[in-house]
């Protein structure tokens, strides 16, 4: 039982990791990679994580693998704003499909 | 312990290879800084499956400590990029 919830968690995450890693591989411009990767990928590692803890029930492992959840959720959505802020002072222009740009207005 | 783990942990080892074309062949410099950030996240899942595979906890410890190096440096670069010294 307990396996059969790992492995539905386990393979829901790694199919975000897929879609996440085919975002980055083929969207056009810096910013839809990071907005595709980082939301897709932090999902699928969360749920990766959350079938290890019902892998391991009370144990040591367990609770690193909970603590870790919170851990990843934060840093990595943290980090991903500030980088992505970096990213457009640094001057990188969007893409040319590209149709509005509300931070320009904003930061004026 | 569970061998039908193996199958998930080469998709995510491949995946991790991803976000490596991503850092060797990026065309500006933010976009290998997306692809470190993006490949330190995917190196905890794979810490993760290892861990039920082996049984043992402690690779759950690397994973822990990978994110929270990785989260450090990826603020580091952003500053950085931004034009900012790292006092202000």
């Known amino acids: 039982m307990n396996n059969m919830v790992t492995l539905i968690l386990i393979c829901i995450g790694v199919l975000f990791n897929i879609f996440g890693c ?19 990928v932090t999902l699928g590692c969360y749920s990766i994580l959350l079938g290890v803890v019902f892998h391991f029930g009370f144990s040591d492992a367990g609770f690193k693998a909970l603590i870790a959840i919170p851990i990843l959720f934060f840093s990595a959505t943290v980090a991903a704003h500030a980088l992505i802020r970096g990213t457009y002072h640094f001057g990188t222009k969007l ?14 | 312990m569970i061998d039908f783990l193996t199958i998930p942990l080469y998709i995510q080892i491949a995946l991790s290879a991803v976000c490596l074309y991503r850092i060797i062949r990026g065309p500006t410099i933010p976009d290998r800084m997306v692809g ?31 994110i929270i190096l990785s989260f ?17």
Request: hydrophobic letters at 45%; aromatic letters at 8%.
């Open chain 1, 22 to 40: 085919i975002g980055l591989l083929r969207l056009p411009d810096v910013y839809n990679r990071l907005q595709s990767a980082t939301k897709c």
């Open chain 1, 95 to 108: 893409d040319e499909r590209s149709v509005k740009d509300d931070y320009k207005e904003v930061i004026k």
């Open chain 2, 36 to 66: 470190i950030d993006i490949f330190g996240i995917l190196v905890v899942g794979i810490c993760a499956i290892i861990a039920t595979q082996t049984g043992k906890s402690f690779i759950l410890d690397i994973g822990i400590a990978w």
């Open chain 2, 72 to 88: 450090i440096g990826t603020l580091t670069l952003a500053k950085y990029l931004s034009g900012k010294k790292l006092n202000e």
